[in-house]
């Protein structure tokens, strides 16, 4: 089975960064895509960002392009996810999610294992 495991998640000041951390069992980041995914208060979940197991390529959703970024250590199985300049409107539920063969690797949120997630708070 798959394991997920997200860390990081705070309560910070607009303006303010955090990093997410992504570690368990049953996957592998050589062979598995992954990203993650958010739930904002009493809205649907949403694809934040995913990356490519084999050329480690990228994608973000539009509203969080070049604020942050995601990466992966191949070596420890870790994924991470880089957030700056942190607003109110990023507040939510931050969930790291793989998925060996997705049909659309960029859908992130429609990939089939998810952890159990880590809330970010951003105040104004």
Same mark, same amino acid.
């Given at each position: 089975?798959?394991?997920?495991?997200?860390?990081?998640?705070?309560?910070?000041?607009?303006?303010?960064?955090?990093?997410?951390?992504?570690? /368990? #069992?049953? +996957?592998?980041?050589? @062979?598995? *895509?992954?990203?993650? $995914?958010?739930?904002a208060?009493?809205?649907?979940?949403?694809?934040?960002?995913?990356?490519?197991?084999?050329? /480690? #390529?990228? +994608?973000?959703?539009p @509203?969080? *392009?070049?604020?942050? $970024?995601?990466?992966?250590?191949?070596a420890?199985?870790?994924l991470?996810l880089?957030?700056?300049?942190?607003?109110?409107?990023?507040?939510?539920?931050?969930?790291?999610?793989?998925?060996?063969?997705?049909?659309?690797?960029?859908?992130?949120?429609?990939?089939?294992?998810?952890?159990?997630?880590?809330?970010?708070?951003?105040?104004?």
């Amino acid at each position: 089975q798959v394991k997920l495991v997200e860390s990081g998640g705070d309560s910070v000041e607009a303006g303010g960064s955090l990093t997410l951390s992504c570690s /368990g #069992s049953g +996957y592998s980041l050589s @062979s598995d *895509y992954a990203g993650w $995914a958010r739930q904002a208060p009493g809205k649907e979940r949403e694809t934040v960002a995913g990356i490519t197991p084999d050329t /480690g #390529s990228t +994608y973000f959703t539009p @509203s969080f *392009y070049r604020r942050f $970024a995601i990466s992966q250590d191949k070596a420890k199985n870790i994924l991470y996810l880089q957030m700056n300049d942190l607003k109110p409107e990023d507040t939510g539920i931050y969930y790291c999610v793989t998925d060996p063969s997705p049909r659309y690797w960029t859908q992130v949120h429609h990939y089939n294992y998810w952890g159990q997630g880590t809330q970010v708070t951003v105040s104004s």
